[in-house]
């Protein structure tokens, strides 16, 4: 006959303590993962903010570049086939405004080494690609008084050093009427006065943020003359009144602050995501999801954040 021992029994309190020691392991696990995740959430929203500095700072370049580049080719064939614009409305149309970015000129200052094609349009949006006209000014060559804004520092910065030019330096503008040559009159810090502008003349206004970079102190302008006769303007300018504010100087799209926000959500929500994925999953495979996913999202936090900014920056 066989005996079946029965397993003894624990201590009194044994399997409590074995409970215990279960619970507090899976709660350091817990405690290990949550760290885990929001380590890597802060270490990949601070490389997103480092991101958008350097964007700013040398990633705008390039876009500005690319975008100069193409209008250039684009404006060049218009030339040759005369169908540039010549004023505010679309080539054949008299209601049809040109579409904001669409290449009206361009602008070549020597003595600063700028030559770039200017763009319909002063929004921030606009001028990452480039100088651009004020909309409800005619074009530079006609009568009047024409605005042509840039950039002091982000977007490939256009207008960096037109406040070193001095009185009498010449520089021409060139449209689909042809080339227009000015001489500059002056270079006006915020608070000074325009001279005035004879009847019948042609006065060309350049216009760019004054101040360090990326701190604006206000509006530096510098006038300058056109040098001969005015060339007819085939239509009229646009209303003032049809302006938005986000095209007068140092303005901002306020437009884009739902957007920003929208997007900066869906940053944050990725990176916590894929860092919850980094400790399921491991870390190479993670990064080989987050990487394409960081970067759109970061590359339109930061187009939205430029819309932000002072157009004139």
Same mark, same amino acid.
């Given at each position: ?5 029965? &397993? ?27 760290? @885990? ?5 802060? =270490?990949? =929203? ?14 705008? *370049? ?24 010549? /004023? &505010? +409305?679309?080539?054949?149309? #008299?209601?049809?405004? !040109?579409?904001?970015?669409? %290449? ?34 005619? !074009? ?15 977007? /490939?910065? %256009? ?11 010449? +520089? ?16 006006? &810090? ?15 206004? !350049? ?6 970079? +990326? ?34 100087? =140092? ?5 884009? #602050? ?14 916590? /995501?894929?860092?919850? =994925?980094?400790?399921?999953?491991? *870390?190479?495979?993670?990064? +080989?999801?987050?990487? %394409?996913?960081?970067? @759109? ?17």
């Amino acid at each position: 006959m066989t005996l079946v021992h029965a &397993p003894s029994p624990g201590a009194p309190g044994e399997g409590t303590r074995d409970a215990g020691r279960s619970a507090a392991s899976r709660c350091a696990r817990c405690g290990r993962a949550a760290w @885990y995740v929001v380590s890597r959430t802060t =270490l990949i =929203l601070a490389v997103a903010l480092l991101g958008i500095g350097g964007w700013l700072g040398v990633g705008s *370049r390039l876009l500005y570049d690319r975008v100069q580049h193409d209008d250039l080719a684009t404006f060049q064939a218009e030339l040759a086939e005369a169908t540039a614009p010549t /004023g &505010p +409305f679309q080539p054949g149309s #008299r209601s049809k405004l !040109l579409a904001p970015g669409t %290449p009206v000129a361009v602008l070549t200052i020597p003595q600063i080494g700028l030559n770039a094609v200017v763009l319909e349009g002063t929004t921030g949006q606009v001028l990452e690609g480039g100088p651009g006209h004020l909309r409800d000014t005619p !074009l530079p060559g006609q009568r009047g008084i024409s605005v042509i804004m840039g950039r002091r520092a982000a977007f /490939g910065g %256009p207008f960096a050093r037109v406040s070193s030019l001095n009185a009498g330096a010449i +520089f021409t503008v060139t449209t689909g009427q042809g080339v227009s040559r000015y001489r500059v009159l002056d270079v006006r &810090p915020p608070g000074d006065s325009a001279l005035p502008v004879p009847t019948g003349a042609a006065r060309l206004i !350049l216009v760019t943020a004054n101040g360090y970079p +990326f701190v604006p102190t206000g509006v530096l302008q510098i006038d300058a003359n056109l040098m001969s006769a005015p060339k007819a303007a085939l239509t009229t300018a646009m209303p003032a009144a049809d302006l938005s504010s986000s095209e007068q100087a =140092l303005g901002v799209d306020s437009a884009a #602050r739902v957007s920003i926000v929208l997007w900066g959500e869906a940053l944050v929500l990725a990176a916590v /995501g894929l860092s919850w =994925l980094g400790a399921r999953w491991g *870390r190479w495979q993670a990064r +080989f999801v987050a990487i %394409p996913v960081l970067v @759109y999202l970061g590359a339109a936090v930061v187009d939205q954040m430029a819309r932000l900014l002072p157009n004139l920056l």
